[in-house]
Every structure is written in structure tokens, then in C-alpha cells.
């Protein structure tokens, strides 16, 4: 009998979502130390050293046992890597979720992300068993406000102060998607 997967590797049309790996270091340190990507990200300081990618990738190490994990979005046509997605503050006994992602802004506006998230929903609904998943997107951040709602997320208000960074606190609007609402 298979082994149960929470975090396995998933394949959109043009996409592979597969785990992070240390082979990722390069990639990620240049998407979390750019301040275009960063931008909106209030909850962690924007990289600046490699040793900041490489604590990120231990972080993710081992989703399976963890329970919460990030994928590297890449680009099947030419493996390029592209962005990330991933699960994490999985309440196990109420079966929600937050997801959380980031795109390598190159390709913002193209589709990437809302594909990469389509898997990655039907991935938590289905091999997580999930109810509801939650997102928390900067209240300035209108690009992924749009993301979400086109995914059938429900803006369900402003969740105010949810970050204290660099010494001011930041609204962010609360989204969810439930099972039921997802087809």
C-alpha cells in the first residue's frame, strides 16, 4: 500500500510544483532578496545574505513529517524556476490552512501563479483533506487581492495590525476558500 502524501509533486499544464531542495539556494535568495518581491511581505525581513536562503530551505526540509511545506514553481519547457507556493499553520483538527506564494515578477501577469495555485488547492483539499484555506494579503497588494478572488477566495475583511514590521503595523485583508465553494 502507497504511503499517504500531504506535499507531493504536482503538474499543471506548464508548470511543476515540486519541493524545495538545498539545489535551490540560488534561486531563492534571489527572489527574497529582491524589493519588488518583497514589497508586500511583512512578516520577514528581505534577505541578505545566502545563509538566509539556505535557513529558508532547512525551514521547509521535510514537509512530510513537518506539515507544511513550499514548492519551486518551475516552468516545464525549461525547468527555469519561477516562483514558490506552499502550506503552512495547518490546523489538523479544524482541516484549514494557510497558503502562501511569490512569483519572480518577470512573470506577473501570464497566469503562472493562479495555475501553480490551482494545483496547490486541489492538492490541499484533496490529499491534506483541508475545509478551508486561508490567505492574509498586504491591504496595498491590489495584484493579489485579484489572484485570490478569481480563485473563488472570499475577502472576509481586514485583519488589522497582523504585522509589526520595521516599526509600523501593517492591515491585511483576510481571505478564505472552502471546500464546498471550489470547483
Known amino acids: 500500500m502507497k504511503e499517504q502524501r500531504f506535499f507531493p509533486e504536482l503538474e499543471t499544464n506548464r508548470l511543476k510544483l515540486r519541493n524545495v531542495k538545498d539545489a535551490d539556494t540560488e534561486f531563492i535568495f534571489k527572489l527574497f532578496s529582491n524589493e519588488k518581491i518583497c514589497e508586500f511581505l511583512y512578516d520577514e525581513e528581505i534577505f541578505t545574505k545566502k545563509e538566509d536562503a539556505i535557513e529558508y530551505i532547512e525551514w521547509n526540509r521535510n514537509p512530510e513529517e513537518k506539515g507544511y511545506n513550499r514548492w519551486i514553481i518551475e516552468k516545464k519547457d525549461s525547468i527555469e524556476e519561477i516562483g514558490t507556493c506552499g502550506f503552512h499553520l495547518w490546523d489538523r483538527t479544524n482541516h484549514i490552512a494557510e497558503i502562501g506564494y511569490d512569483l519572480w515578477y ?51 475583511g481586514i485583519y488589522r495590525d497582523k504585522h509589526l514590521f520595521r516599526g509600523k503595523y501593517y492591515d491585511h485583508f483576510s481571505y478564505s476558500l472552502l471546500k464546498k465553494d471550489w470547483n
Do not use: H, P
Open 106 to 156: 518577470e512573470f506577473w501577469g501570464l497566469g503562472y501563479m493562479k495555475e501553480a495555485l490551482i494545483a496547490a488547492i486541489e492538492s490541499g483539499f484533496s490529499n491534506m483533506k483541508l475545509n478551508r484555506i486561508n490567505a492574509y494579503v498586504a491591504v496595498e497588494n491590489k495584484k493579489s487581492s485579484k489572484t485570490l478572488e478569481s480563485l473563488g477566495f472570499r475577502n472576509e
